[in-house]
C-alpha cells in the first residue's frame, strides 16, 4: 500500500508547482529575482546661462552718465575738476593703449583712466564710446601711482588692465602693518586685482623691469589719504576710500563678476548686498601719462611735486 501512494504524492507536488493562486515562484529554480520598480528620477535644474552685458544706446548712455556724474557729486567728496585739455589728453592717450591692447571697446561703459604722470596723479571716470571720442566725463580725484627712489618701489605701469572673472579679487581685512598702516584701507574696502604684470624697477637708473601685482585699492585714511595726488605707492593704484564704495556701490567696473555671480557664489559672495550695478559697468582701467605733453598746463605747481618726494610713505602697494 505504501508503494501505491507514492505517485499520488508526487502528482499533487507536482499540481502544486502549477497553481499560480497559492503565490509560489513562477521562475525556474535558481534564476535570480525580478529586480523591484525604480523611484522615477528628478530631472536635473535647467543650467544657469551667464547673462549678456547690457547694450545701450548713445542717448541712453549719456543720460545714465549724467545720472552717475549727479551721484559722484554726492558720494565722492574728494572729487576735483577736469580741464578740457586734460579730458581731450586722456581721451586720445586712452584711445591709443585700447587700440594697442586690441581691447573690445565695444559698448558704451565706464572707463577708469589713470594718468601716473607725477606732476598729475589723476583719475578720471569716463563714458567710453565706440567710434567717437565725444567721451562724458562722469568724475575725478587725485590717487598715488608707483613711484622712483626706494627700493623695491615700481613704477605703476601703462597699458588696459582688465577686471576679470579670471582673477578674484578680494577685500580689505583692515589689519595694520609694522608701522601702524592700513596699506589696504579699512576693513571690507574692495581691492581690484589685475594680476602679474611687468612694471620698471623705480629704484634703479636702467629702469631694469619685473613684475608686480598690479592692483587698485584705498588707503589708510588717517595717514595717508590725505597725501593722494604724489606719487607713493610699489606700483599699486591707491584710491579714495569714498571712490572705492562709489566702484563698488554702482558695480562700475564690476561687470564680467556680475556676470559670473549668477553661477559661481564666489563672486556673489564678494560683491555688496546693496549694490545697484549701472548698465555701464566696465571692467578696464587704462593707465596714461601725460609726461611727454608739455603743452599741457599741470594741476600741481613745482613746489607740490618736490615736496611729496619729502614725505615717506610706510606702507605697501
Not at 504524492?9 to 502544486?16: E, I, M, N, R, V
Not at 535647467?46 to 543720460?63: D, G, K, W
Request: net charge neutral.
Amino acid at each position: 500500500m505504501q508503494g501505491a501512494k507514492r505517485p499520488t504524492l508526487l502528482f499533487l507536488a507536482g499540481s502544486l508547482l502549477l497553481m499560480p493562486e497559492l503565490g509560489l515562484a513562477q521562475t525556474p529554480a535558481g534564476a535570480p529575482d525580478a529586480p523591484a520598480p525604480m523611484a522615477p528620477v528628478p530631472l536635473p535644474p535647467p543650467a544657469l546661462e551667464i547673462p549678456s552685458l547690457p547694450v545701450l544706446t548713445e542717448e541712453q548712455a549719456r543720460e545714465e552718465a549724467t545720472r552717475l556724474n549727479h551721484a559722484f557729486r554726492h558720494e565722492v567728496p574728494v572729487a576735483v575738476k577736469v580741464s578740457t585739455a586734460f579730458k581731450e589728453a586722456w581721451v586720445a592717450l586712452a584711445q591709443k593703449q585700447i587700440a594697442q591692447a586690441d581691447y573690445p571697446l565695444d559698448r558704451p561703459q565706464v572707463l577708469v583712466i589713470v594718468d601716473r604722470n607725477p606732476a598729475v596723479q589723476r583719475l578720471c571716470l569716463m563714458l567710453a564710446l565706440p567710434h567717437s571720442s565725444d567721451w562724458q566725463v562722469i568724475g575725478s580725484v587725485k590717487v598715488s601711482t608707483g613711484t622712483t627712489g626706494r627700493k623695491y618701489y615700481y613704477i605703476t605701469p601703462t597699458g588696459v588692465f582688465q577686471n576679470t572673472a579670471d582673477i578674484l579679487g578680494y577685500r580689505a581685512l583692515g589689519t595694520k602693518n609694522e608701522n601702524g598702516i592700513m596699506g589696504n584701507g579699512t576693513k571690507g574696502m574692495r581691492v581690484w586685482d589685475f594680476g602679474w604684470q611687468w612694471a620698471e624697477k623705480g629704484w634703479l637708473p636702467t629702469r631694469e623691469k619685473g613684475q608686480i601685482r598690479l592692483e587698485m585699492h584705498a588707503t589708510d585714511p588717517v595717514y595717508l589719504e590725505s597725501r593722494l595726488g604724489h606719487t607713493a605707492s610699489e606700483g599699486c593704484i591707491r584710491i579714495p576710500s569714498s571712490l572705492n564704495v562709489f566702484f563698488d556701490k554702482h558695480g562700475l567696473i564690476d561687470a564680467e563678476y556680475e556676470r559670473m555671480a549668477v553661477i559661481d557664489d564666489r563672486f556673489k559672495a564678494l560683491l555688496r548686498p546693496d549694490r545697484t550695478p549701472s548698465p555701464l559697468s566696465g571692467s578696464a582701467v587704462v593707465v596714461v601719462d601725460t609726461t611727454d605733453m608739455p603743452e599741457i598746463h599741470t594741476p600741481l605747481n613745482t613746489a607740490e611735486v618736490k615736496g611729496a618726494a619729502k614725505h615717506p610713505q610706510p606702507t605697501h602697494g
